[in-house]
């Protein structure tokens, strides 16, 4: 357009004075339009950047999803319920809206048990400085865990149903659940609080590691294998902590501050005893026969020791990181600020797993070095090196997990909208974006 205007203003007219300064006011206001865009533009490319390459986008085109699911819980109970629930379901309701929806309700039980029991003491009796968290918190949170389980269920059934399933769904809803490892832990940990007749938080702090092991095992196996072994301990926690919830509801915390008969532990002790059972005798047996398996008969992607074992690097230093700090803090900061030392680790391993997530579904090299690991390395040295106050330190842990949040959050939006917009589809509408035609330029 600007360009037929230069090539008209060349044309010899009458009052081609009077034309000419109309000609240059016009240009002047699109450059000034330009100008503009390019500056908002600068502005959308900040606050929403390019997460995945090119070549991750060209991997999700030839994407095709993968699963095994063995588990008799959810052959024979929890799957044909989900398919006789999701018809009650419009088929109008996108699956990305399920899947959302099933996170919140389990961020609001999080956060609800948080506003009662920020310090994890509200069900100790050796701590009455700490009320008990209201009964009615525990049904409340048992209705959350039971609605999240079900939509998180139903959602790829949903997709299915509607004809909408796409890569994205699949990403969005293990991102998701990468994230969720730690919500519903930490909920459960204030069922037993860190005190009498319980573990205390370190040893909680290894009690979360089996959980998010137990969780990107199943990722890094898939990234070696091509198949995801949906883990049989899912499906049994989710409908596990709906039950004690409940029990909690009718016979308040005090219900588990007594040992367990015939046993003689306390049901804390009990709660991390099954934990770390269901790692090492169910979900670690079963991944690394499905790596040796698909190694032996050539299924896999038959990738070196090195590269295999790449996705795991991250986590490794994250959780050496983190551990070193707990247990040489001059000022014991795992148990001044618990609830927000786990949160930060726990958006930290949700922020490398997901990048884990893309790459194996794009069947691209898994990225090393995530750069939130650098901030954590700076501050584990520096407490370690310099002897901080109390208040500095855990200032300086409030300060690493608002930025850990925000950067993830940041993460997780900009790779939701890129991927959207790469398949020309709607996050939370079964409606198609129209293509976007490309202007062409007049010369």
Known sequence: MITEKIENSLEPSSGSADMDKDVKVELIGYEEIDESNHRRCCILNVMAPRYLSKQVLAGFDKYKYSSVDNSPLSNYVTHPFWNWLVEFFPRWIAPNLLTFLGFMFLILHFVIVSIYDWDFYAASDTHPEYPPIPRWVWIVSSICIFVAHQLDGIDGKQARRTKSSTPLGELFDHGLDSWATTFFTLGLYSVFGRADYSVDVHRFFFVMVTVQATFIFSHW????????????????????????????????????????????????????????????????????????????????????????????????????LFCFWSWTSSNHILHACPRVFLVAMGTVFSNITSRLIIAQMSQTRCETGNWLLYPLAALVILQFFVKLSSSVENILLYAYCIIVLISHIHFGVGVVRQMAEHLEIDVFSLQRKPKQKKQVNSS
Request: charged share 15%; aromatic share 24%; proline share 4%.
């Open 221 to 320: 196996e898939k990234y070696n294998t091509g198949v995801l072994f949906l883990p049989w301990t899912y499906d049994l926690s989710q409908i596990a902590i709906t039950v004690v919830y409940f029990i909690t509801f009718l016979g308040s915390y005090k219900i588990w501050k007594q040992n367990v008969p015939y046993i003689d532990l306390g049901y804390g002790y009990v709660f991390e005893f099954i934990m770390y059972s269901s790692f090492f005798l169910l979900s670690c047996p079963m991944t690394f026969y499905n790596l040796y398996k698909s190694y032996k008969e050539g299924t896999g992607y038959k990738r070196g020791f090195y590269e295999g074992m790449r996705p795991l690097f991250d986590n490794t230093i994250m959780l050496i």
